[in-house]
Nanobody, 126 residues
Framework: QVALVESGGGLVQAGGSLKLSCVAS????????VGWFRQAPGKEREFVAT????????NYANSVRGRFTISRDNAKNTVYLQMNSLKPEDTAVYYC???????????????????WGQGTQVTVSS
């Protein structure tokens, strides 16, 4: 099982960029798909992006497609989320989580409960 730690959040103006990192512990990270999710105040946690174990397949929520890019470096046990053209509605706590499997997973129910990180706050000002 892997445990994940997110970093890279912060305060940015609308139209700006941030790059989040999700670092995993464990020697089997390359066998896991990883997803990014976000939760705004008063709202449910929602899917943002996912990447498969090898990094050659990705999937995005419609709200971020074309603005966000998910990638991974298995040698560094790290998954990234590059966020460009940020909007105030992107403001949320961003989480990453892992699931063992060879495809991508956009359904939050698939993700291993113990793998969730503590989250990193992203705030986009207008």
């Amino acid at each position: 099982q892997v445990a994940l730690v997110e970093s890279g959040g912060g305060l940015v103006q609308a139209g700006g960029s941030l790059k989040l990192s999700c670092v995993a512990s464990g020697r089997t990270f390359s066998t896991y798909a990883v997803g990014w999710f976000r939760q705004a105040p008063g709202k449910e946690r929602e899917f943002v992006a996912t990447i498969n174990w090898s990094g050659d397949t990705t999937n995005y929520a419609n709200s971020v497609r074309g603005r966000f890019t998910i990638s991974r470096d298995n040698a560094k046990n790290t998954v990234y989320l590059q966020m460009n053209s940020l909007k105030p509605e992107d403001t949320a706590v961003y989480y990453c989580a892992a699931v063992r499997g060879r495809t991508t997973y956009s359904n939050i129910a698939y993700y291993t409960p113990g793998s969730w990180g503590q989250g990193t706050q992203v705030t986009v000002s207008s």
